[in-house]
């Protein structure tokens, strides 16, 4: 496995690869990785000749407020991984390397960034939409992998690739929880033991969605309702959104029917997590 500091590494091991005729993969990563991670890359391995994993920090995500110089990293960690699960090259670059000082072209999109994360986070996806992008040029997968469990950014990337066709195919992969059902995020790591406890009321809420809607329940104002509810039992849970929205352009729903989502975001104690299921 190789590790790659600067795009033009990259780009010389991807034209290596393509005049072999092999296919890429590429798993974008802000590291400190876990299970769900792992099971993009593993479904990259399985896909594709040869995976590309990013571990990079994006700043041009994060506001001024929010936890950039806090935001966990252990790379030596993630790349003993990485090479477990079979990634060829790991591109880990310093922010210098993305971005000039002079950087002042962005990627931004209107409606779908708009909603439920983007409310709280008005800079994030335009951060996120704009290194996706320059990750896409300097790789140029056929493939690129990212979890449900950011489902806005899933559909934003989706819209994104479609709006500037782009000759890539985004698969999205399932969310992966900790047995006692949360949602794994490398946030997760700044919980207390309390706090820990008390987020496990994310995914009951969720879990209680998914059963009122498996039981005929089409209303989005009642499940809504009943989600809030439960998470408002836990004392240390402050709700940012609980959202019902159409799958595709984020935008809020009446009624619940295919593709819906239903997303949420919670602070326990000072952390934001947040979960979703789609109908």
């Known amino acids: 496995m190789q590790i790659a500091y600067t795009v033009k590494e990259v ?7 393509r005049k072999e005729g092999l296919s890429v993969g590429l798993v974008p ?8 991670h792992a099971s993009l890359i593993k479904k990259a391995v399985e896909d594709n000749d040869r995976v590309v994993t990013s571990i990079f ?5 994060f506001a001024p407020t929010e936890d950039l110089e806090a935001y966990p990293r252990d ?12 990634v060829d090259l790991i591109f880990h670059p310093e922010p210098e390397e993305m971005y000039a000082p002079d950087f002042c ?14 409310k709280s986070r008005p800079i994030h996806f335009r951060g996120v939409c704009t290194v996706v992008s320059k990750l896409f040029h300097i790789v140029t997968p056929d493939r690129a992998y990212f979890g449900q469990k950011d489902a806005q950014q899933l559909a ?8 500037l066709n782009m000759d890539i195919e985004i698969v999205g992969c399932p969310i992966v929880r900790e047995e006692d059902g949360l949602a794994k995020s490398s946030r997760n790591t700044y919980l207390n033991e309390e706090e820990r406890k008390a987020a496990l009321i994310l995914s009951q809420s969720i879990f209680l969605g998914q059963k009122m809607v498996q ?16 998470i408002q039992s836990e004392p240390l849970a402050r709700i940012d959104y609980v959202e019902i ?25 000072k952390t934001r997590l947040i979960d979703n299921f789609i109908v």
């Open 11 to 17: 780009r010389e091991q991807v034209k290596a690869w």
């Open 29 to 36: 990563t802000m590291g400190y990785l876990h299970e769900g």
């Open 215 to 230: 039981e005929g329940e089409t209303d989005a104002a009642k499940i809504k309702a009943a989600m809030v509810e439960k």
């Open 57 to 61: 920090v994006n700043p041009t995500q």
């Open 156 to 163: 934003i990337i989706r819209r994104m690739v479609r709006d």
């Open 105 to 118: 072209t962005w990627v931004d999109m209107d409606v779908l960034s708009k909603t439920l994360c983007g």
């Open 75 to 86: 790379m030596e960690k993630d790349s003993k991984l990485c090479e477990t699960l079979g």
């Open 245 to 269: 929205v159409d799958g595709l352009s984020m935008q809020p729903v009446d009624t619940v029917q295919s593709p819906t989502l239903a997303a949420i975001a919670v602070y326990i104690g």
